[in-house]
């Protein structure tokens, strides 16, 4: 595995020292320590790499307050407490994850909303239930408010051919 030092995760992630630290206080993304006791390094994976700039993505339309109660639902839910490997859809009244299904249509999850306060609510997708969908075939549900699609496959692949 690569280990990236916190000076490169700032230029990697596009992000700040103090959000850095932040991160690592909150417990939302926490760098390993190698080396000396007294003076260890820090660094971090591709991974949390990955995550910081998921979150710094997040961060334009949330606040960390609901970004974290997004990340412990998925935690609570057996999903993993990564973001980076989720495809969002952001509008702006509500953020949903589209939940990739083997051999069956996506479901799409409602994780906030301004209307509601329960996360997790399943939402009716009129699709033909033998068709695979991609997340574009999403946007004629949310016309007229889709803010933005985080796809963040997309991104790692574009981070990893440059």
């Keep these: 595995m690569d280990w990236f030092p916190r000076r490169h995760v700032v230029v990697l992630a596009r992000s700040s020292l103090g959000r850095l630290a932040y991160l690592e206080k909150t417990g939302i993304v926490v760098p390993h320590r190698i080396g000396l006791p007294q003076r260890p390094e820090v660094v ?21 307050q609901t970004i974290r109660k997004i990340i412990d639902y998925f935690e609570d839910h057996g999903f993993g407490r990564c973001l980076h490997d989720k495809q969002l859809l952001i509008t702006h009244n509500s953020v949903s994850w589209i939940r990739a299904m083997p051999a069956a249509r996506p479901q799409i999850i409602q994780l906030t909303s301004k209307t509601s306060s329960s996360m997790g609510q399943y939402l009716l997708t009129p699709l033909d239930p033998n068709e695979l969908v991609e997340p574009a075939t999403f946007y004629p549900l949310f016309e007229g408010n889709l803010a933005e699609v985080v796809d963040l496959d997309a991104f790692r692949q574009k981070i990893r051919s440059r």
């Design 44 to 64: 971090y994976s591709w991974e949390q790499i990955l995550e910081i700039r998921a979150i710094s993505r997040l961060r334009q339309h949330l606040s960390f």
